[in-house]
């Protein structure tokens, strides 16, 4: 793509720390919209501008602005500075606002799904029936539980849910019961994957989709202080089967050709040691595509980080048959693989952030595509006397490390950072 340093682009996410550095190394200037505002999210300090590999002294220029909702997004001194952007991406979180998109569409072009696309992959019981007609195997959901079901084999989700959240178990007063704003899905035992695709509109052999990667999550880890259901890290990218890979793809291929989408995005799996079972869909920037900035110094890759392969998709100017042998050669047992963990504050009172919790944290900071084989470092970092209330995430764990003990590694470091913030007087 070629990107000057004088192009922007609007990022906007739950979390948008990851996408910031990301479009920042594919040479974009960045304004920025999320919920935290985290100190290396805002590029505090010299250090946090580092790390661009072509011309360190020529650092792209970042705006990050606090939200306390979505709907800030249409505050007029907002879209002035929307207005000012040349392209906008998102991530987790807006997917559930498809009247904002629209919104925020008329102000500058998105690249990536559109609202009414966001509306009709929203609804994931339509969505898994069309794949079991098709012959997939899917979990049996439903928008209704039948009075006879048996509670405790059911899930009850929400349509707009985001990392787990408005997830819950079913109960006996659910039997029987209707409801707009949630479904039902049959629990499926298994570990929780995700694959990573990219789409691009279907034009000879430059266009179709590609499995970029696939990733293990991890869900209700207690050494992270998650609750159930709730999303708190990643390891990838992980060596697949082919026979598996196919049957990933084969997915894949299908939901991008019904719903037309372009860039880059992911399916949320459930493996049971045999099958996958699709039980999401996620058409924006998901939280594991982190993980593949983390080695995307590979030469093998045609894209320098994933915004850049997000941004050339969309454009059309991608070129899918590299991509697609680089792939074909991807997630071995010798390539890099990453772990990243969430901490959440777990306890039952507010944490507040002192200077010395936040002096160790900024100690512990490094980008992703810096860490060395066995290295920790620390992402997400809060602003000093930020209050963290119970059941709110305090910061990000990176690790790069071999896939067979990279979750081993990722959890005594996790427990190494909540040992320290406790002996420094953050819980008190």
Request: proline letters at 4%; one cysteine or more.
């Amino acid at each position: 793509m070629g990107n000057s340093f004088n192009s922007r682009i609007l990022i906007v996410a739950a979390s948008a720390r990851p996408w910031i550095r990301s479009a920042e190394i594919a040479g974009f200037c960045v304004t920025a919209f999320d919920f935290f505002s985290d100190w290396d999210s805002r590029g505090e300090g010299e250090s946090c501008g580092r790390s661009s590999p072509e011309n360190s002294r020529q650092v792209p220029t970042r705006t990050v602005v606090r939200l306390e909702c979505f709907d800030d997004l249409l505050l007029q001194e907002n879209l002035d500075l929307i207005s000012g952007c040349d392209y906008a991406i998102f991530a987790g979180g807006l997917e559930n606002h498809p009247s904002i998109i629209e919104a925020l569409a008329s102000h500058v072009p998105v690249l990536g799904p559109v609202a009414t696309q966001h509306v009709r992959l929203s609804d994931t019981v339509k969505v898994l029936a069309w794949l079991k007609e098709m012959g997939y195997q899917v979990p049996e959901s439903s928008c209704q539980l039948r009075a006879d079901a048996s509670p405790r084999e059911w899930l009850k989700k929400s349509f707009r849910s985001s990392s787990g959240l408005g997830i819950r178990r079913a109960t006996e007063k659910d039997a029987g019961s209707e409801g707009s704003s949630h479904y039902f899905q049959r629990e499926v035992q298994g570990e929780s994957f995700s694959g990573v695709f990219i789409s691009m509109p279907q034009i000879g052999e430059d266009g179709g989709t590609a499995l970029v990667g696939w990733t293990r999550q991890l869900v209700n880890e207690q050494w992270c202080g998650a609750g159930e259901f709730r999303y708190c890290g990643s390891i990838g990218p992980l060596p697949i089967q082919e026979s598996l890979k196919e049957k990933i793809e084969t997915i894949g291929r299908a939901i991008a050709e019904r719903y037309e989408i372009v860039g880059a995005w992911g399916i949320d799996f459930l493996f049971d040691g045999s099958n996958v079972w699709p039980v999401d869909f996620n058409i924006r920037l998901t939280a594991s595509m982190e993980l593949f900035d983390g080695g995307n110094q590979d030469a093998r890759a045609p894209y320098n980080s994933v915004v850049n392969l997000h941004v050339l998709a969309c454009l059309g100017n991608l070129d899918m048959r590299r991509l697609k042998r680089a792939t074909d050669l991807a997630g071995l047992e010798s390539d890099p693989c990453f772990g990243k963990s969430i901490l959440f504050n777990d306890g039952d009172e507010p944490i507040r952030i002192t200077e010395a919790v936040h002096r160790q944290l900024v100690f512990e900071w490094r980008l992703i595509n810096e860490l060395e084989s066995g290295q920790i470092g620390v992402a997400d970092i809060p602003n000093e006397g930020e209050l963290i209330k119970p059941g709110q995430p305090i910061c990000t764990i990176l690790v790069q490390e071999d896939s067979r003990r990279v979750v081993d590694n990722l959890r005594l470091a996790t427990e190494k950072i909540r040992r320290s913030l406790l002996q420094l007087g953050s819980g008190q």
